[in-house]
């Protein structure tokens, strides 16, 4: 714990009046302003010994062993001020600004929304984006000055951006540092702005650029191109183009990870005694072969026709639900087939069998629930 009366100088018994005067010699001396940077960790170290010290609450605490600045301890600037505030009300906002202000600044990232089909989430696409941000102005090359004329070093500050002030405080005088009104603190003027761009050396346009979207993306995909997002003030370096993807539901395939799901009906008949069916895919028309006795809810997993996995080679699955269909309406002949049938198995009287239910039925409700 630092000792906050050794750094100013005082006894462990000091009025109120005894550490405020030492402060006030000590601040006089150690200013940033004054003294310099290097001054800089004592001039705070101060600062802190002050604020600690010249509140009744927080000296007590710190009498008792407790540092009231240290991070979770301490009472929070119950009464007083805290370190920053004294640091701001004397000093004016912290760090002071040192040299002239860049006026060539890098620019903002942006964001442009994608929306993508299903198909081209799942094998990746090459597409066009048209794009709204500021690019470098073509009249001046992002120099702000009408073409012909250049930028002059400011004849206040000459050149540096700040000019020094003097000020009085109770601590005495005090030389601060401002930013030069005449340039803005850039340290340069522009005697003839480009009318192009309003000396902005940035203009606004509408331009179309190429997304490569790789396959596995999914909403709220964030793609990022370098460089592609608005140029900064003074023609300054642009900043990133995010594009982030909004994938289009698909009315046949359902998407979870990089599995595709889709539901296959099937007449009771053909589960029965098994049949071939043709399947149309994102990856064109497959044979599927339902084996004799196939059951509802069965799964035919095809295997890598799935969606491209985003990070790495290979693609998810092609998960084919079977449903079942089982005739709501007969014809009198049907009818009469399916009783024959009936009395072969000997299901003319099915006895009732319960089972525990199978988790699936359970899933299947969920989804139904929260209508997936
Ligand atoms: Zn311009
Ligand atoms: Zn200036």
Redesign the pocket.
Known sequence: MNDYYEILGVPRDASTDQIKKAYRKLARELHPDVAGAEAEDRFKDVSRAYEVLSNPDKRQQYDRGVDPTAPGGGMGGSGGFGFQDIFETFFGGGQAQQGPVPRSRRGQDALVRLDVDLEEAVFGAKRELQVDTAVVCRTCGGTCCRPGTTMHT?E??KGR?VVQRVQRSFLGQIMTTAP?A??QGF?TVIPEPCVDCGGEGRVRERRTIAVNVPAGVETGTRIRLTAQGEVGPGGGPAGDLYVEIRERPHETFVRRGDDLHCTLEVPMTAAALGAGMTLDTFDGEQEIELRPGTQPAQVVTLRGLGVGHLNGSGRGDLQVHVEVQVPTTLDDEQAELLRSLAKLRGEEHPEPRLSAAHPGVFSRLRDKLSGR
């Open positions: 400011c206040v500050c951006g030069c005449a340039c340290g």
